[in-house]
């Protein structure tokens, strides 16, 4: 078969030989049951075996998994409730009443958009209600946590923006608002971006929102990894401090299915969203998506403050423990090592972020690379990035943190093999089995 000859090395290689062994494969039954065996592998190890620090995961209350399987998920959903192109959708309808009015419920905002597939194409929809091509707009860096979609390779780049870097404070780790003003006014853009996919304190979204209205531009608030935090009042409330927009991915701290969902306080801004989703660029959408966001929401109304407290908890335990085995963290000297459920780690000590979470994951500690605003990693990332969202699902509370630092510093301090520490992190998560904070 073609190659694809733009992928890494290292993927295609791994293609290949899947490609060759299903070659030898003519049997549809022995497909099915390889597929179905890698499913059941896949669960055990990421379910069952490892201890999950990936920021960008979770795992979802198995009631709301369970929906993704109905068959609503197989009908199409096109047009508004009341007014649906497909006959037969009167049950569907109020499934997504229910779970757009819950998501405004959860955030306190007037408008929600539910139907985007995931966090990237809500920042799309976001940037296609606020500019046009050509335009300029301003986003976090790599080095501070933004994301690809706000940049080139990504959405806004695909969409023709160009976009500027919001300047930042790296020691206080936050944004540079002075220069910030100084140079909305020379740019004067359309949209300007904060948070992303490293968010470790607050920002300043008042003194932010003050300087897009003084330029004429919007102000939209990247919750990707947030949402949970900010649905569970401990971290910050981006709409009612000013911003016009928040998005975010309803996995990650959320703890829903993957997909994605734009809150809003502005009705035009609103208006905008609905035509791009319907009848743009969503038209049909994922009714079993829907139902199971709309159970993950009910979770979150139900448990999420303590929920969010937990993750972190865990979260500050989990850094002083990691320094108390020699592990150093990334921080503002004098504030707490996080003020969320993320933490970040120096990854030049660790031979990149890469690299280190590859060895780290061959202990089935799983985490990855992240840039930090540090002398540069040569081929690879100078940060690590841990979250807590997923060990705090799974029950594991400040006394637990401890045990994960000594696993991690055994590989990362001690320099023993992964593989010998393996066994004893699948020992670790026996006692860490059933969810927490679900209906």
């Known amino acids: 078969m073609a190659q694809k000859s733009w992928l890494p090395a290292e993927s295609a290689t791994l293609i290949e030989e899947i490609e060759t062994t299903l070659g030898r494969l003519n049997d549809p039954a022995a497909i099915e049951a390889r597929?179905?065996?890698?499913?059941?592998?896949?669960?055990?190890?990421?379910?069952?075996?490892?201890?999950?620090?990936?920021?960008?995961?979770?795992?979802?209350?198995?009631?709301?998994?369970?929906?993704?399987?109905?068959?609503?998920?197989?009908?199409?959903?096109?047009?508004?409730?009341?007014?649906?192109y497909e006959m037969g959708m009167e049950y569907a309808e109020e499934i997504e009443v229910i779970a757009e009015d819950l998501a405004k419920r959860l955030f306190g905002a007037p408008f929600a958009e539910i139907r985007v597939g995931s966090g990237a194409l809500a920042n799309l929809y976001?940037?296609?209600?606020?500019?046009?091509?050509?335009?300029?707009?301003?986003?976090?860096?790599?080095?501070?946590?933004?994301?690809?979609?706000?940049?080139?390779?990504?959405?806004?780049?695909?969409?023709?923006?160009?976009?500027?870097?919001?300047?930042?404070?790296?020691?206080?780790?936050?944004?540079?608002?002075?220069?910030?003003?100084?140079?909305?006014?020379?740019?004067?853009p359309k949209l300007i971006t904060v948070a992303g996919s490293l968010c470790l304190y607050p920002y300043?979204?008042?003194?932010?929102?003050?300087?897009c209205d003084e330029v004429g531009a919007y102000l939209l608030y990247d919750a990707a990894h947030m949402g949970g935090l900010i649905a569970g009042r401990h971290f910050q409330a981006p709409l009612a401090e000013g911003a016009h927009l928040m998005t975010m991915s309803t996995y990650k701290a959320f703890g829903g299915p993957p997909s994605g969902l734009i809150l809003s306080s502005d009705a035009d801004l609103a208006k905008r969203l609905d035509q791009i989703a319907y009848p743009g660029l969503t038209a049909n959408f994922d009714l079993g998506k829907t139902a199971a966001l709309a159970l993950s929401i009910l979770d979150l109304l139900e448990h999420g403050e303590a929920y969010?407290?937990?993750?972190?908890?865990?979260?500050?335990?989990?850094?002083?423990?990691?320094?108390?085995?020699?592990?150093?963290?990334?921080?503002?000297q004098g504030r707490d090592v996080t003020e969320s459920h993320h933490l970040a780690l120096p990854a030049a000590p660790h031979g990149g972020g890469q690299s280190a979470s590859k060895h780290l994951a061959r202990a089935n500690i799983l985490l990855c690379g992240i840039g930090l605003p540090v002398a540069p990693v040569a081929g690879d990332l100078n940060g690590i990035r841990l979250g807590t969202q997923e060990v705090t699902r799974f029950g594991m509370k400040q006394?637990?943190?401890?045990?994960?630092?000594?696993?991690?510093?055994?590989?990362?301090?001690?320099?023993?093999?992964?593989?010998?520490?393996?066994?004893?992190?699948?020992a670790f998560r026996q006692a860490y089995q059933t969810m927490s904070y679900v209906r």
């Not at 300043?204 to 300087?211: D, F, S």
């Not at 943190?401 to 992190?425: H, S, T």
């Open 35 to 84: 597929l179905l065996g890698l499913i059941d592998d896949h669960e055990r190890h990421m379910d069952r075996e490892s201890i999950g620090l990936n920021a960008g995961t979770n795992v979802m209350n198995p009631r709301a998994a369970a929906l993704l399987s109905r068959s609503l998920g197989n009908r199409p959903s096109l047009g508004y409730p009341g007014d649906k």
């Open 126 to 188: 976001s940037f296609m209600a606020t500019a046009r091509p050509g335009d300029s707009i301003m986003a976090f860096t790599g080095e501070m946590g933004g994301h690809v979609t706000h940049h080139q390779a990504g959405a806004a780049g695909l969409y023709g923006l160009v976009t500027h870097a919001v300047p930042f404070d790296a020691a206080r780790m936050t944004v540079d608002l002075d220069r910030l003003r100084d140079e909305a006014k020379r740019l004067r």
């Open 399 to 426: 006394d637990a943190m401890a045990g994960i630092a000594r696993l991690m510093a055994r590989v990362m301090v001690n320099a023993e093999a992964p593989e010998q520490v393996r066994p004893d992190v699948i």
């Open 204 to 211: 300043p979204v008042r003194e932010m929102r003050q300087i």
């Open 308 to 332: 969010a407290a937990q993750a972190v908890a865990n979260a500050k335990a989990l850094g002083a423990a990691l320094e108390a085995e020699g592990i150093a963290t990334h921080h503002v």
